[in-house]
């Protein structure tokens, strides 16, 4: 097995683009894997050496996270959490402080995990990722990079450099939460991220919910532009999310939950998650 | 004049029941603690086990050449090394061993009887070889069917694991062999006119799930035998003689041929009273001439070591309408994992201890199953019995209306109350615990929504047995203690201070440390609460000894008789003439050539007189309704210590019990799939509590002396992992108005019930 530190993205991708090549970022799911011998590199790229892939920026057109940044600096950010609570929060949850020191985001983002914990409220957010490729750079939505548990859409020799998010408009307010059965160290059941922006007369402008756990991938709600744009939220609206939310899965029975508890479960954690989104949307 | 027997539980106490440091804590909180796989040889090679994918099959063949031939592989053992035993019964503890079984549970023979059953293990020059080596191994397998619940092997067309058991303790003993191993039953009185009498009576049926003690340590071990078949074992274990004395036996070495030195302890909670990787390693060092190093990885934990039964019950309970009982009745069915030896008689013998009864009857099945075969876990057998018992009375409390601390009270055991296995007891602590719980200000605090308060008690007996320690004085007046029982929670701390107690010198100049199986005799290990109640035993007669001898080196010394001095403050004091004359510990030990030679005592006993411990826990838990998430709001932990010599370590095997008792009460369970295999062999889905799980329990030490020690010790380890499993499900039970007789109480089993009721 190789390691190498390429000091430019093209350079990673070069290396990227070799037989059985894996990105290395925090490494708190590669190294597991390589431990338990589910996967076996013959080069393991270390991404964190490229420029700007570890930086967290805010210009006129929003903000940039490195895809390589460590999940404990963007928790500690403080105007990035100001502008996005729900996505800092689906950080703060993963794992411990000492896996924070190192997780990432791109990393759990192409882990593609089902259950993992930012893609939800990144996706809810409305985030977007800058693709690095051995020819040229593309932005695609998050919802667009997972295809089933492990599988991405990047190509030989891609990887994500960085996330876009906008500076949210005033009055709007995102929220993730998610069902573990310990308070900790856990790996979300069910995961639901809102995000939401309101009116000046607090009418629903636009919404964006994303399911997590509950299908092979992160499910973006559809449907919800009749049920609340231009509307005072209310609890029918509520009740037809829950709906809506419970419908949008297909979940598998395993050892972290039935079928029926999961479908449960992604009704009303949508549903609180609204709840707390439209409380942060009214207070900022 | 110095009395051996003689109690303190008069005397004013300077040290015992004082908070000191432990003597071992530098070490641990430093890292410089040396644990099961911290210690290397030169020369080591690795050792590697190969397990059973398999939840039962036939070995038809096994070849091993191809592992053999490969380069770098040392040794490769597989059953053929090791010798059989004819099928013979020999109690461990609160735990019965059979060394045909045990031979069998280290290495398969005929068959394979759970996934993660060794068949074979090698010995290489490096880890990646000794894999490797494993893959070259080629067993021939007839998989057969599996069955994995008590209900499913008992019935009569379930596939047997071993064709010949014929279930004991029935007359007349059947004819058709079963996975029933054997039937046990307790009590006296006559339980159907006891049922005849109740104005209420309930009964209900409790299902448990197999749960692990979840230490975090995995086994470790690093053997080394040499040409001439001498043995070192260094090994993590809660009793380095039992190990020897399994190891001789597996391997036909005398106990005097292997040396066991036991390392720190990452946790055992009963799971490392027997042996799995130890007889592995002497295997394959004497095989290969070589030392080796073996270690469990956390999923082997998981799958190949020993935890503790699931389990069937059925309690029925008759009360008066006052909540006098006038019955109780419960059938108990154990896994036993994949050979007899579930801890159903100890269930048995406690299910119903805490009360005093007139009739009573407790009826255990010991029954196989292809799971690992149990070990023991803390108060093994004793939770779920008495899970059932105390959820039980809890419906009963409420459908009379009656206080469940009330009803408890009304039916407590207490010193002369003949217990339901047997013996008149002594005294004991159950009312004691019960009125402190009464007044704790948590049991009259107000509850929030959805919210529910539960109360449960534990009775666990405590043991004594084989064991033995030394004490030296050193020439500058400081102080050795030898012990011979594995430190598990603090006990080195405490026996230093019953020493320094005796002694009267400082407890920073007692060194207590833990012997190999060749510095003492026969120490039994480190189980059923017995260490600071047995080793204090001992520590305390060979001090009394010691101080024996220094008053007869101070009697030469001053040439006076014996009687004329005695031992106060950690002097010799001279009782008669004018001026008063003393000498130090110190200037008695300095001048010991003279007067004799170095000055050391030992005490060897078999100790006798074990007092039970009881506990009753509080629990406030919060009911998310919409989840069925349960998270404990507050916990209150209330135990009869007898003595506390150490109280700050009586009170974490208190939190620590509780704890254990949450984890088996909410989530911890082995999920296996169809194919017999564990789903859930890791900590990620096996969730034992996380810290952020619990709120910090708060504890009260009770303190009812044990008459059988010199400072009224009981043992208190066990206790507290027995109240939590109904306390929780009675606050659950509380807090929903649905009553729960399943564990655990996850997320989706409270809201299955929450749904459909
Ligand atoms: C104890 C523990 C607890 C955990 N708890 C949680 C939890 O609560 N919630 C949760 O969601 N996850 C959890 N995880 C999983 C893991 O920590 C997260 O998924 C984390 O975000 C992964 O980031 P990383 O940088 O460490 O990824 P790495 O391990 O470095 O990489 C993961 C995968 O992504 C690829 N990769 C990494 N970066 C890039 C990139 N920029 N472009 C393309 N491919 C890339 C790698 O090749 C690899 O295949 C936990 C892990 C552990 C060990």
């Not at chain 2, 009185?189 to 005849?196: L, N, Q, S």
């Not at chain 2, 109640?533 to 007669?541: E, K, L, Q």
Request: with cysteine; glycine share 10%; proline share 6%.
């Amino acid at each position: 097995m190789e390691y190498v530190t390429p000091k430019s993205a093209s350079e990673a991708s070069q290396a990227l683009s070799q037989e059985g090549a894996f990105a290395l970022a925090g490494g708190t799911d590669l190294l597991v894997k390589l431990k338990t011998r589910f996967v076996s590199p013959s080069v393991v790229v270390d991404i964190k050496h490229i420029p700007n892939i570890m930086t967290i920026k805010q210009s006129a057109e929003g903000w940039w996270i490195g895809a390589a940044t460590p999940c404990a600096e963007i928790v500690e950010h403080d105007s990035l959490s100001k502008n996005w609570p729900g996505v800092v929060e689906a950080l703060s949850l993963i794992g411990s402080t000492q896996i924070q020191g190192r997780a990432t985001l791109g990393g759990n983002l192409c882990n593609a995990s089902p259950a993992a914990d930012s893609i939800p409220a990144l996706i809810a957010a409305g985030a977007t990722c800058v693709i690095s490729g051995q020819t040229k750079e593309r932005e695609e939505p998050v919802e667009k990079i997972v295809t089933a548990p492990g599988m991405t859409t990047l190509g030989k020799g891609e990887f994500i450099i960085g996330f876009k998010l906008p500076i949210p408009k005033n009055r709007s307010g995102d929220a993730y939460l998610r069902l573990i059965p310990r308070s900790e160290m856990d790996i979300a059941v069910v995961g639901a991220g809102v995000s939401l922006s309101l009116s000046e007369d607090g009418k629903i402008e636009a919404i964006r919910v994303a399911l997590g756990a509950i299908a092979p991938t992160q499910v973006l709600l559809s449907g919800l532009e009749d049920i609340f744009i231009g509307k005072e939220p209310n609890d029918d609206a509520i009740q037809k999310l829950v709906s809506l939310a419970e419908k949008a899965c297909k979940p598998i029975n395993d050892k972290r939950g039935t079928i029926e508890y999961r479908t449960k479960i992604a009704g009303v954690l949508a549903k609180r998650a609204f709840g707390i989104a439209l409380k942060r949307a009214n207070n900022y | 004049m110095n009395d051996m027997t003689q109690s303190n539980l008069e005397r004013a106490l300077k040290i015992v029941g004082t908070r000191p440091a432990r003597p071992d804590g530098v070490d641990k909180v430093t890292g410089r603690a040396l644990f099961g796989s911290d210690k290397s040889l030169p020369n080591m090679l690795v050792g590697r086990v190969l397990r059973s994918p398999y939840a039962h099959a036939k070995i038809i063949s096994i070849d091993t050449s191809k592992a053999e031939a490969l380069n770098g592989v040392k040794a490769v053992i597989t059953c053929a090394d090791f010798e059989d035993f004819p099928s013979e019964f020999v109690p461990n503890g609160e735990m019965v061993v059979n060394l045909k079984d045990i031979t069998r549970n280290i290495m398969a023979r005929e068959k394979a009887l759970y996934v993660g059953h060794t068949v074979a293990a090698v010995a290489a020059t490096s880890d990646e070889i000794a894999e490797k080596a494993l893959g070259l191994i080629d067993i021939k397998y007839e998989v057969l069917p599996h069955v994995l619940e008590v209900e499913d092997a008992e019935r009569p067309d379930a596939p047997l694991l071993h064709e010949d058991m014929i279930t004991i303790g029935v007359e007349p003993a059947p004819k058709k062999a079963s996975n029933v191993a054997k039937r046990v039953e307790f009590g006296f009185g006559d339980v159907e006119k006891g049922f005849a009498e109740a104005d209420l009576i309930v009964e209900r049926e409790f299902t448990t799930q197999q749960v692990h003690q979840g230490y975090i340590e995995p086994h470790a071990c690093l053997a080394s035998v040499s040409e001439d078949g001498q043995a070192d074992l260094w090994c993590t274990t809660q009793g380095a003689f039992v190990v020897r004395n399994f190891c001789s036996k597996l391997l036909g070495l005398s106990a005097a041929q292997i040396r066991v030195t036991a390392s720190e302890i990452g946790g055992g909670f009963g799971g490392k009273t027997v042996v799995y990787l130890e007889p592995l390693a002497l295997a394959l060092s004497r095989k290969s001439c070589r030392p080796v190093k073996m270690d469990m990885s956390r999923a082997e934990v998981f799958t190949s070591s020993g935890p503790t039964s699931g389990a069937k019950i059925w309690v029925k309970i008759g009360v008066k309408n006052d909540g006098r009982i006038t019955a109780g009745d419960c059938v108990l069915k154990y896994q036993a994992g994949a050979f007899q030896g579930a801890p159903v008689g100890p269930g048995a013998m406690c299910a119903f201890a805490p009360y005093d009864l007139e009739n009573v009857r407790a009826v255990g099945y010991d029954i196989v199953v292809n799971r690992p075969k149990v070990a023991a876990y803390r108060a093994p057998g004793g939770p779920i019995s008495e899970y059932g018992v105390e959820s039980v009375l809890d419906e009963i409390a409420i459908k009379l209306k009656i206080d469940p601390i009330e009803i408890r009270l009304k039916n407590a055991a207490k010193e002369g109350t003949i217990a339901p296995y047997g013996p008149k007891l002594g005294p004991i602590g159950m009312i004691e615990t019960l009125e402190a719980a009464k007044a704790h200000p948590h049991y009259s605090a107000p509850l929030g929504p959805n919210q529910g308060r539960g109360v449960a008690s534990g009775f666990w007996f405590n043991i004594g047995g084989e064991t033995s320690s030394s004490i030296t004085i050193n020439e500058d007046g400081t102080v050795g203690l030898t012990l011979g029982t594995t430190d598990i929670g603090g006990s080195r701390a405490s026996m230093a201070m019953m020493a320094s107690e005796e002694l009267g010198v400082p407890m920073d100049l007692i060194k207590p440390v833990i012997g190999d199986t060749n510095s003492l005799g026969f120490n039994f290990l480190t189980g059923g609460s017995r260490a600071t109640f047995s080793t204090g035993m001992t520590v305390v007669r060979s001090t009394r000894e010691a101080i024996e001898e220094l008053r007869k080196r101070a009697a030469l010394l001053w040439e006076v008789d014996l009687d004329q001095v005695e031992w106060v403050d950690g002097h010799a004091r001279l009782i008669a003439g004018d001026e008063p004359k003393t000498m130090s510990l110190a200037q008695i030990a300095k001048q010991a050539g003279k007067t004799g030679g170095p000055i050391m005592a030992n005490c060897s006993m078999n100790v006798t007189g074990a007092g039970p411990s009881l506990g009753t826990h509080i629990v406030d838990v919060e009911v998310d309704t919409e989840t069925g998430k349960v998270s404990i709001v507050r916990y209150t932990a209330i135990q009869d210590a007898g003595k506390a010599i150490h109280p700050a370590y009586v009170e974490g095997q208190m939190q620590g019990g509780a704890v254990q008792g949450i984890g088996w009460a909410l989530n911890e369970e082995y999920i296996y799939n169809d194919k017999g295999q564990l789903e859930n062999a890791g900590f990620l889905d096996y969730r034992i509590p996380v810290c952020s799980d619990v709120p910090m329990i708060d504890t009260v030490i009770v303190e009812v002396p044990n008459p059988n020690h010199p400072y009224g010790v009981r043992g208190v380890g066990e206790t507290p992992i027995i109240p939590p499993l109904a306390a929780i499900s009675n606050a659950v039970s509380r807090a929903t108005n649905i009553r729960f007789n399943e564990l655990p109480l996850s997320p989706p089993k409270v809201l299955a019930r929450l749904m459909h009721g």
